[in-house]
C-alpha cells in the first residue's frame, strides 16, 4: 500500500524553526518528486514546495522563499522540509504528496502534521 | 502570483448537475493543460478527482468531469448526490510558482 507518514509538527514560537518529515512506503520513491501542501485552520488549500528527483530541482511559493528548505533522502525514503523564521500565518495543517498515477495530479496525500506559530 | 479564482459556494438538488468554475492569469491555466480538481471532506486529506483538465483517476466517479475553455476550467458534477457535498479545489500548474490552487468552493446539496 502507498502511504505518506507527515511528522514533526508542533507549537513553535514566532522567528523559530521546525523540521517536518515525510516518510513514504509501499513504491519507488525515488522515482517520483514530493510536494508539500499547507491549510491553515478553516481556509483553502496553499502550495508549500517540491523537490524533484534525484532533489536536482526544488521549488518554493513566494510565501516561504527564503525560509524554507525542502531536502530528500532516497535511501531512506524520506523527504525533509526545514522551515525557519517561522511566522503566525505559517501556521497550517502541513501535508505531504505525491503524484504516483498522474503525472500533474496529487493522487496520495498523508495525513498531515500540524504545525502552530504562537507565543 | 495569486491563487486561482474560485465561487465560495455552488449548490444544487439531488440529481441535478452544477460546475464549478476555475479563473486563472495567463501563465497558469491558459498556456497548460495541466489542470487538477480535488475534493475535500471535513477534517479529511484532499482526494484527487480530475487530472490534466479531463482525466478520472481509476475509482472516480463518472459523474465528475472537468473541461478548459480559453482562462477558465470547469468541474461538472452531473445527478448530485449528498455524498458529493464537500469543499473542491482546483489546481494549475504555472511558471512561476510550479503549482497553484484555487479559492476552493464549497458545495452544497439542498
Known amino acids: 500500500e502507498v502511504q505518506l507518514v507527515e511528522s514533526g509538527g508542533g507549537l513553535v514560537q514566532p522567528g523559530g524553526s521546525l523540521r517536518l518529515s515525510c516518510s513514504a512506503s509501499?513504491?519507488?520513491?525515488?522515482?517520483?518528486?514530493i510536494h508539500w501542501v499547507r491549510q491553515a485552520p478553516g481556509k483553502g488549500l496553499d502550495y508549500v514546495s517540491d523537490?524533484?528527483?534525484?532533489?536536482?530541482?526544488?521549488n518554493y511559493a513566494d510565501s516561504v522563499k527564503g525560509r524554507f528548505t525542502i531536502s530528500r533522502d532516497d535511501s531512506k525514503s524520506t523527504v525533509d522540509l526545514q522551515m525557519s523564521s517561522l511566522r503566525s500565518e505559517d501556521t497550517a495543517l502541513y501535508y505531504c504528496?505525491?503524484?504516483?498515477?498522474?503525472?500533474?495530479?496529487?493522487?496520495?496525500w498523508g495525513q498531515g502534521t500540524m504545525v502552530t506559530v504562537s507565543s | 502570483q495569486s491563487a486561482l479564482t474560485q465561487p465560495a459556494s455552488v449548490s444544487g438538488s439531488p440529481g441535478q448537475s452544477i460546475t464549478i468554475s476555475c479563473t486563472g492569469i495567463?501563465?497558469?491555466?491558459?498556456?497548460?493543460?495541466?489542470v487538477s480538481w480535488y475534493q475535500q471532506h471535513p477534517g479529511r486529506a484532499p482526494k484527487l478527482m480530475i487530472s490534466?483538465?479531463?482525466k478520472r483517476p481509476s475509482g472516480v466517479s463518472p459523474r465528475f468531469s472537468g473541461s478548459k475553455s480559453v482562462n477558465t476550467a470547469s468541474l461538472t458534477i452531473s445527478g448530485l448526490q449528498t455524498e458529493d457535498e464537500a469543499d473542491y479545489y482546483c489546481?494549475?500548474?504555472?511558471?512561476?510558482?510550479?503549482?497553484?490552487f484555487g479559492t476552493g468552493t464549497k458545495v452544497t446539496v439542498l
Open positions: 504528496v505525491i503524484g504516483i498515477h498522474s503525472s500533474y495530479g496529487f493522487d496520495i
Open positions: 509501499g513504491f519507488t520513491f525515488s522515482g517520483y518528486p
Open positions: 523537490i524533484s528527483t534525484g532533489g536536482v530541482y526544488t
Open positions: 495567463s501563465s497558469d491555466v491558459v498556456n497548460y493543460n495541466l
Open positions: 490534466e483538465v479531463n
Open positions: 489546481c494549475s500548474y504555472g511558471v512561476t510558482r510550479a503549482y497553484v
